[in-house]
């Protein structure tokens, strides 16, 4: 079952932005868990880019996008935000969103195993 979808991704130039959604399928509420994202560039191990906690709302990003990328949550909607603003070419990648599994599913922490529910991915390229 897909229980997460992401969508937003898509051709930009450096230096524009992107705003993906990370988006939780009927029945699954996002509200319940840390959101992580994660991306993987061709030839290149998957990384973590960002995480919103459940219990506090805190957030994290990987060094290599602080001040350029935020995260979000719209509870109401049921929905992550990953907003990219000043994108590199090596941002290219593929980007999923995937939530924390049990015990610790409210909290940002953990390698990628620690993510139970993953998206399939959403494109992003940047290219002149």
């Known amino acids: 079952q897909v229980q997460l979808v992401e969508s937003g991704g898509g051709l930009v130039q450096p230096g524009g932005s992107l705003r993906l959604s990370c988006a939780g399928s009927?029945?699954?509420?996002?509200?319940?868990?840390?959101i992580g994202w994660f991306r993987q560039a061709p030839g290149k191990e998957r990384e973590g880019v960002s995480c919103?906690?459940?219990?506090?709302?805190?957030?994290h990003y990987a060094d290599s996008v602080k001040g350029r990328f935020t995260i979000s949550r719209d509870y109401a909607k049921n929905t992550v935000y990953l907003q990219m603003n000043s994108l590199k070419p090596e941002d290219t990648a593929v980007y999923y969103c995937?939530?924390?599994?049990?015990?610790?599913?409210?909290?940002?922490?953990?390698?990628?195993?620690?993510?139970?529910?993953w998206g399939q991915g959403t494109q992003v390229t940047v290219s002149s």
């Open positions: 009927i029945g699954f509420t996002l509200g319940y868990y840390a």
């Open positions: 919103i906690s459940s219990s506090d709302g805190t957030t």
């Open positions: 995937a939530a924390r599994g049990a015990p610790s599913y409210l909290d940002c922490g953990g390698n990628e195993s620690a993510y139970s529910n």
